[in-house]
């Protein structure tokens, strides 16, 4: 009965080709559309699950309460690890660990700026790194050690053994290399090139060694014994500042690792999501598109009922039953969806690598995997089943006298099932175009903001080795500017797109003792807002004029805070040093775009100057100012590679989520139009296949080409309207949630739903007319020779 079946369904798409062609593009399309986003979707959930005691490990957030608001950042005090594994049961190993960017590491002629990260021995034993050379037990126990991962060990040793090989830190510290550990994979939120004692960090930094709870400056892990114990060591962390140091308005709790990533968002101290609300958006639109391809399925397939109605009939009347009926209107479904997957399969192998580059990932298929094939058999036999379910129960119901008597099964039923699908498909597509519409709106909306300096033409120099001398940094500064590459240079103790740095040890005149508010403090040299662009509203700029050891310049959120009603010539103090304020500048965006500036002071101290800030030459091509500029600084500074950013690329980055969700909207709402469109082309050609004597007799009884397609296109565009007319509140109540999570937010105006709606009438009108055009022009003669 099956080889019977298969053979009539394969008869029938044959000898439907028009029909089976556009089943079969809508279905690949839909499929291949759904599996690019499922593997993202599956990539981007399978963040930090590599560790086999994920679920018992935590990281510790410090919720502060400052500047009238609580902020939750994963940064600690030093010895908040020893305080937890000391004085909480339930704890079984805790860790710090500090990521120290990109430093250089080197092995004779071959030198690579590598990110490195410091941490405690325990932090072996919590994130169980998969080792390749050395020994787990003993690692990061001795000062000058280190561990290296696979790629790293190859591109600093070759062939060579690299145990117990001596590399270089910074071109200062020797270190023995004492482990090599498989590569970090991509998806993993803790990420490095290698592996530093904590002992190491300590000798660097000193200031380590103390029982410091002012400052945050690592993150702690903590790994707990059994999960039963969190609510106790949650109740015990909320305290664990106040018990330290009194006046503290901080309190901590733990962050499950593993939710590190798609849980990064907080709100008042709790965490309320993130990455996992963008992931949400594309599950849905997945399988929403599937379902626009799984709609016009059973669009053409009723549409089609009437050819297949006399099938039924006779089937029945020789016997067959509805059962069997079913069964071979699901097989034809199930077909059309496997003939589709292979497609679509096909689609997937050729378009990954372009959505690799555009998600800035590397999404794989691995063959071996069988939940892999397991989840496409699956998908596939969802399609066919949802696809051809309607159809197959709605044209296995056909009574065989009726039919056969000649009765007219495409009436009012099937007629308004398919207006209902059709209104459906363009909801979706309407709300996908005005929530495309208004992201990118948001987007331009916040990068044409004002952000308090002119980023265009400016770089970022990391100052390292040589040049971290004041002399050098003089000197490197006099050379740029003789190079005729660049017009002015400042100096900044980080890149201007980055936050941190940040205290709570400033103090002043009416401020009460339990206030606590949080300044990002920063150091400059002369000459910053000069090249920079960012306007003194008040008072001065650091100059060599002036002694300037002991002031300071304040944003305007700063002086806000403080309440200073002249604050030029005020004094505040800085860990009870006095400072006097010589400027007010406009805020500066530094952190992220979409929130309010985060109050700054600015002193001048060249002693802890990490970053060269330069304008390049308007009036000098752009290439060859940066060759002159990496050749300066390559000169000065020969044993490290030059690294420098444009900061206007940097500050993009910060946009990075909602481009991606612009873009993917943009794609996916574009493939989703298009399926509709398959199948208002199929509908229209069909309706047209029915009306054909209609149209041949009006124009033999004088209508015009004009008034044959207006009448055709007119059932469309009401329907498509209809959908437009639906879909306007969904897409405001859903795009105005999505706004709502932003502090500077575009205004929801009339533009994008008058795009949505121009837009798919403009569509409906072409996909329509294109095959009403060619029904128009056939001659009438033939419709009619045989009435």
Request: glycine share 6%; proline share 4%; aromatic share 10%.
């Amino acid at each position: 009965m099956f080889k019977l079946n298969f053979k009539i369904a394969l008869r029938n798409l044959w000898k439907n080709k028009v029909f089976t062609f556009i089943n079969i593009g809508g279905l690949a399309i839909g499929l291949a559309s759904c599996l690019i986003l499922l593997l993202y979707v599956a990539y981007e959930m399978s963040y930090d699950k590599q560790f086999t005691q994920r679920e018992k490990t935590y990281i510790a957030i410090d919720n502060i309460t400052a500047n009238g608001q609580i902020t939750s950042w994963s940064w600690t005090p030093a010895p908040m690890a020893r305080e937890i594994r000391d004085k909480i049961p339930g704890v079984a190993y805790t860790s710090h660990y500090n990521p120290a960017g990109r430093t250089l590491i080197s092995y004779k002629q071959n030198n690579f700026k590598k990110a490195a990260t410091y941490a405690e021995p325990s932090f072996l034993k919590i994130l169980d790194y998969k080792f390749i050379k050395g020994n787990p037990a003993s690692a990061l126990q001795q000062v000058n050690t280190v561990i290296l991962t696979e790629t790293l060990a190859k591109s600093l040793f070759g062939s060579e053994d690299p145990i117990n090989k001596i590399v270089k830190l910074g071109n200062t510290e020797n270190l023995k290399v004492e482990a090599v550990i498989e590569d970090i994979p991509m998806n993993n939120s803790i990420r490095f090139d290698y592996l530093l004692p904590w002992a190491l960090n300590k000798k660097h930094n000193p200031s380590l060694k103390e029982s410091n709870w002012k400052s945050n400056v690592c993150m702690t892990l903590v790994q707990l014994k059994d999960n039963q114990s969190l609510d106790q060591v949650n109740s015990q962390m909320k305290g664990i500042y106040k018990r330290n140091r009194p006046i503290s308005s901080s309190e901590a709790f733990l962050h499950p690792v593993s939710k590190m990533h798609l849980y990064d968002k907080f709100e008042n101290g709790k965490s309320t999501g993130g990455k996992i609300d963008q992931l949400r958006i594309f599950l849905m639109l997945a399988f929403s598109i599937l379902l626009i391809a799984c709609v016009n399925f059973m669009n053409l397939s009723t549409a089609r009922s009437e050819k297949r109605a006399k099938e039924v009939g006779v089937r029945k009347a020789i016997g067959s039953s509805r059962k069997s009926l079913i069964s071979q209107f699901m097989l034809e479904s199930m077909l059309l969806a496997f003939i589709g997957m292979l497609i679509a399969f096909t689609l997937l192998e050729i378009s990954l690598p372009y959505f690799n580059g555009l998600l800035h990932i590397e999404l794989t298929i691995d063959y071996k995997d069988w939940k892999f094939w397991s989840a496409l058999v699956s998908l596939a036999l969802l399609t066919g089943f949802v696809a051809g379910s309607y159809p197959a129960f709605y044209l296995s119901s056909f009574e065989p006298v009726k039919v056969l008597k000649g009765f007219n099964v495409a009436g009012n039923s099937s007629l308004s099932i398919r207006k209902i699908l059709v209104v459906f498909q363009f909801v979706f597509a309407a709300c996908l175009i005005i929530c495309t519409a208004v992201i990118y709106q948001q987007l331009n909306y916040v990068r044409n903001k004002p952000i308090g300096y002119n980023k265009a033409g400016l770089i970022d120099i990391a100052v390292e080795g040589k040049l971290r001398t004041k002399s050098q940094l003089l000197l490197i500064k006099d050379q740029l500017l003789k190079s005729g590459a660049v017009t002015e240079v400042t100096y900044f103790s980080q890149p201007l797109d980055q936050g941190g740095n940040n205290t709570s040890d400033f103090s002043w005149a009416g401020k009460k003792p339990n206030d606590v508010f949080v300044f990002n403090y920063r150091q400059t040299g002369y000459d910053f807002t000069k090249t920079t662009g960012a306007k003194i509203l008040s008072g001065r700029d650091f100059s060599p004029e002036f002694k300037d050891s002991a002031t300071i310049i304040l944003n305007q959120a700063a002086v806000k805070i403080i309440g200073l009603k002249n604050p030029v010539g005020s004094i505040i103090h800085y860990e009870k040093r006095p400072l006097t304020v010589i400027g007010v500048m406009e805020d500066m965006v530094m952190e992220s775009p979409y929130k309010s500036a985060e109050p700054m002071a600015i002193s001048y101290n060249m002693e802890e100057i990490y970053t060269l800030i330069a304008r390049l030459n308007p009036n000098e091509n752009i290439s060859n100012s940066v060759n002159k500029i990496d050749h300066i600084v390559k000169m000065m500074n020969p044993d490290f590679p030059v690294e420098r950013h444009f900061v206007d690329e940097s500050f993009e980055l910060k946009f990075q989520n909602e481009k991606l969700l612009g873009t993917l909207s943009n794609w996916f709402g574009g493939f989703a139009i298009f399926i509709s469109c398959l199948g208002l082309l199929g509908l229209a050609l069909f309706m047209a296949e029915q009306r054909k004597r209609e149209i041949s007799i009006r124009k033999v009884l004088g209508a015009s080409n004009l008034n044959i397609i207006t009448l055709l296109n007119k059932d469309f565009i009401k329907l498509v309207a209809i959908g437009n007319l639906i879909a306007f509140p969904v897409a405001y109540l859903l795009i105005n949630n999505w706004l709502d999570s932003y502090s500077f937010r575009v205004s929801i105006s009339i533009l994008p739903f008058a795009i949505a709606i121009g837009l798919s009438l403009i569509i409906t009108i072409l996909t329509v007319s294109l095959q009403s055009i060619k029904v128009v022009k056939s001659n009438p003669v033939d419709a009619l020779k045989y009435e």
